[in-house]
């Protein structure tokens, strides 16, 4: 998983770094690892990175102002890199000097590895190398480019900033992963994962970048190429869970859908006679909304993050979600003691978050009841395209049905939302959606050319 | 016969000219020009008339050419020439001219001036502004007040060195401190560089927001004859992304109005330029004998408001208008020539027009690199699919090649019953112009397609319902403020 943007300046006086910096606080949720920012100023290409949330990597802003340069690309993910100079944006010198940053996953870097008989420690680096051999070869970004997403499979948003500052950024036909793009007056262009990167730097959303398109920026053009058949394939777990609820992607505003999911849930699985809605902060708040206008039971607020906030289900250890979701969740006492309670979630990987929440809840806080819905289907597969969902034997859905799960649980009855619900939630074509997680099929992914 | 002198060079001035040649009044054409333009060029052969290479905006080379010709009337397309005072030349040689004099020219000439004007008459939609004759008091008031503002040369650059910072974001504030700093020694020591007819330097204005879009307009200074209302699209490149051009392309109808812009608002902004004519006039002394234009926005502090002032028409929005005008040219010139536009009544054809420009790659930027290509245009194909070449930047070579001149290529007009349909044919003809060379040509395809014109009405109706809120208050042309310590506060805007 991870967060990409590259913003081009059209003119020289603008200083980038700062902008990017921006961009990856907003898009901190995507991925909470590791995060860099690479710029360039007319001569070389200037980076910094490192492992930890953007404003701890940046602590100290005089980093940005040692960035120069009128564009600048960045990015955050959630894998963990050992070797720093591994984090994405990564930075490749021979045989030209490029940097790339990309979200998704490739799956067929194998066969790429040898075939292009290059090495990397990650699949970065590896198509970082593979691009400055094409770009090399080419002589010419957007046929380079053209090239590259010939030969890589896979889900991708990807930047690439050349070593002569061109900015090429690319999706996959398939568009599992989001990427938009936008402007700011006459003075620079922004491409970013999700939209409200553009409101956080005060540029304007325009569009998305369309499946199997292509854009290159350069010091006199920007050229837009649909390099591959598009063949929509958005990610449904991006409206669920990942995606910010101030962006429109792929022409949806997740708010929106997320409400509608919270109308899905009244529709499908109402509780009768419940005395108070509280979601889970903060992806299923708009979810409870929803369910609470839509059956008319009271909102309310149930629980108080301590720190700063943080993504517990993205988490990469088990301790770390523990403690991210005790430290997210102190429940409110007054909102719960006594009363009947309809606890809406987005989702349940292990159950093991669920259970510690509705524990608290009915153990120490005196919940009278506890009926727990969840705005995504079960969840049921791993996703092959880079979605941080752990292996089928961690998955609970895979194994229990809903009435066991209120069991392990701890809740009077827990159900999950119907995948039709999902799809007319979201409002896109069934066959537009990948719909992986939940069906255990995932689309196949071709990268013939047109 | 009608012996005219057209100075200018653009396909604002190809349009023009073929304005004139639709005279019936027997019109000989002759053109002073520093490239040969092919579309003028040729007009001037078919009528019988001559070019005279050279340099446009010399007031001697133009009244040197009118008498050597002995042309009836001059006009002037671009705005320089008048700047240099070529109408108060002609004048003096008793040659009448269709362009604005040195004084009323004024208007475009020195932003600092018609704001100044503005706020002295109290017209409606001015906005505020500080004039500044050196660059450090211009870079004291920077730091002074992080603000939104439009940073402007305060003399008309040849559509140059205007940037508009927007400064919402606290967090960013430092970054856009730098940028209008560093604009403002640009426009000092680049944009400003070679004019020294004017003290002002550098013009700070407020920075206002919503959709702009040109009023065009004939005046003999009693009377101002407004014509269809125009949007030119400014950004390079698709959907409004890129540095600023001189116009990528322009929208026009059907009819008077443009899609987002009501009667009311088209109503208020010709009593703004009316104003502003009779202004000038009262401030110079001088009769305004020409073009006038109004660059507007529809904006939140007054809905029309003025963003500057041309005394030409626009580039490309000429060539959305001129072309459907029924009205005879001739007659119109020398209406204003008479001072009798008030008997004319203007028509055109009841269509909705488009116009998409194609520059060569480096334009706007590198015109170094965008120059000296040559150039290739169907123009029989373009005729068949029912659309006009207009020759921009281009230069007719002896051997009859067509070389670019490092801005625009040529300019495609086509009409429609709707403003999307004439897009789609003028769409059609892109195909048909290259550069021979195999250097990369760009339009946009975007411009009068529906998905534009949706976002125009878009951000109309939110910038409309905002100014209408204001007028419900009585806020237009005020800001109250209430500042802790000080106390309520009203600041005239």
């Known amino acids: 998983m991870g967060g990409i943007v590259g913003i081009y300046g059209f003119s020289k006086e603008w200083r980038m770094a700062r902008f990017v910096y921006y961009a990856l606080l907003a898009l901190q949720h995507r991925g909470q690892e590791n995060c860099g920012i690479v710029t360039f100023n007319g001569e070389s290409l200037s980076q910094y990175k490192g492992s930890g949330l953007v404003d701890q990597v940046f602590s100290n802003q005089n980093i940005l102002d040692e960035l120069p340069g009128w564009i600048g690309i960045g990015s955050v993910t959630s894998t963990i890199e050992k070797d720093s100079s591994k984090i994405q944006p990564v930075v490749v010198w021979e045989p030209l000097p490029l940097a790339l940053c990309f979200d998704g996953k490739i799956l067929n870097i194998k066969d790429l590895v040898e075939k292009e008989k290059v090495n990397g420690e990650n699949e970065a680096e590896i198509l970082a190398k593979i691009f400055s051999l094409e770009l090399e070869q080419t002589g010419n970004p957007m046929e380079a480019m053209v090239n590259f997403m010939g030969k890589i499979k896979g889900a991708y948003s990807l930047i690439v900033l050349t070593g002569k ?154 301790f770390e979600r523990i403690v991210g979701v005790q430290l997210k969740l102190n429940p409110i006492r007054a909102a719960i003691a006594g009363k009947k309670i309809v606890l809406v979630d987005d989702s349940v990987v292990r159950g093991t978050t669920t259970k510690n929440t509705v524990n608290i809840m009915r153990n120490r806080m005196g919940a009278k009841e506890v009926h727990v819905r969840i705005g995504s289907p079960r969840l049921i597969a791993q996703c092959p395209f880079g979605t941080d969902v752990p292996p089928k034997d961690e998955l609970i859905a895979v194994h229990l049905n809903a009435e066991e799960v209120s069991k392990v649980v701890g809740a009077d009855t827990f159900h999950w939302l119907s995948l039709k619900g999902l799809v007319e939630a979201i409002g896109i074509p069934r066959k537009n959606l990948c719909l992986g997680c939940f069906t255990g099929k995932y689309p196949q992914i071709n990268c013939k050319e047109r | 016969m009608v012996k005219v002198l057209l100075v200018g060079e653009a396909a604002r001035e190809h349009a023009i000219a073929e304005a004139i040649c639709r005279s019936n009044y027997d019109p000989k054409l002759y053109a002073v020009m520093r490239l040969r333009n092919p579309g003028i ?123 508009v910072i927007a400064d919402l974001q606290a967090y960013l504030t430092s970054e856009k401190t730098h940028v209008k700093r560093e604009h403002a020694k640009a426009i000092h020591e680049k944009y400003m560089k070679d004019y020294r007819d004017i003290d002002d330097r550098i013009l700070i204005e407020e920075r206002v927001e919503g959709p702009e879009y040109t009023l065009q307009a004939f005046t003999d200074g009693r009377t101002v004859k407004p014509l269809p209302l125009v949007q030119d699209n400014k950004n390079a490149f698709e959907m409004d992304i890129g540095p600023e051009t001189g116009g990528m392309g322009s929208i026009a109808g059907k009819g008077m109005f443009l899609p987002f812009i009501t009667e009311e608002e088209y109503r208020k902004s010709v009593e703004i330029v009316k104003n502003c004519v009779r202004a000038v006039e009262k401030e110079t002394g001088e009769k305004y004998k020409g073009i006038v234009s109004g660059q507007m926005m529809c904006t939140a502090s007054w809905g029309p408001t003025i963003i500057e002032f041309y005394s030409r028409l626009g580039d490309p929005e000429a060539v959305n208008v001129l072309p459907i005008l029924k009205t005879d040219m001739i007659e119109i010139c020398e209406a204003i020539i008479d001072e009798k536009l008030n008997k004319i009544k203007l028509k055109f054809e009841n269509v909705a027009t488009v116009v998409k420009c194609v520059a060569p790659k480096g334009y706007p930027e590198e015109r170094n690199l965008a120059k000296g290509h040559p150039l290739h245009v169907d123009v029989d194909m373009v005729k068949k699919l029912g659309c006009k070449v207009y020759f921009a930047s281009t230069d007719l070579q002896p051997d009859g090649k067509i070389i670019s001149g490092g801005s625009r290529l040529v300019e495609i007009f086509g009409k429609g019953k709707t403003i999307p349909e004439a897009s789609r044919k003028v769409e059609a003809c892109i195909p048909y112009v290259w550069l021979e060379d195999g250097w990369g040509v760009f339009h946009r395809s975007d411009i009068g397609s529906e998905q534009l014109l949706e976002k125009r009405i878009e951000q109309a109706n939110l910038i409309r319902a905002v100014y209408k809120y204001r007028a419900r208050k009585g806020l237009i042309g005020k800001t109250i403020e209430w500042i802790p310590k000080k106390g309520k506060i009203i600041i005239e805007t």
């Open chain 2, 41 to 163: 060029d040729s007009l001037c052969k078919v009528t019988g008339g001559e070019v005279a290479l050279g340099n446009s905006q010399d007031p001697k080379f133009v009244v040197e050419t009118a008498k050597k010709f002995h042309v009836d009337f001059v006009f002037v397309g671009p705005e320089e020439p008048l700047f240099r005072g070529t109408a108060d030349e002609l004048e003096k040689e008793g040659i009448p001219c269709i362009g604005a004099k040195r004084g009323p020219a004024e208007l475009e000439m020195s932003k600092a001036f018609m704001r100044r004007l503005m706020w002295k008459y109290r017209i409606p939609g001015r906005l505020r502004f500080k004039a500044f004759k050196n660059v450090e008091d211009a870079i004291a008031y920077i730091h002074e007040y992080a603000e939104s503002v439009a940073l402007k040369p305060a003399r008309q650059a040849g559509g140059k060195g205007v940037k």
């Open chain 1, 165 to 318: 500052g061109e900015m090429i950024v690319g999706r996959d036909p398939a568009g599992i992963k989001p990427l938009t793009i936008g402007s700011f007056g006459f003075d620079y262009g922004v491409v970013a994962s999700e939209s409200c990167v553009m409101d956080v730097i005060g540029a304007d959303f325009k569009n998305d970048v369309q499946p199997g398109e292509v854009y290159h920026f350069d010091a006199y053009s920007i050229e837009r190429k649909q390099v591959l058949k598009p063949n929509p394939k958005f990610c449904a777990f991006e409206y669920v869970y990942y995606a910010r609820p101030d962006s429109i992607l792929n022409g949806k505003s997740i708010y929106e859908v997320r409400m509608k999911i919270g109308e899905k849930l009244a529709e499908e699985h109402s509780v009768n006679k419940g005395e108070i809605v509280l979601g889970v902060p903060e992806t299923a708040i708009p979810f409870a909304m929803a369910y609470s206008n839509k059956t008319k039971t009271p909102l309310g607020i149930g629980f108080v993050q301590t720190g700063r906030r943080i993504r517990s289900a993205i988490k990469p250890t088990e």
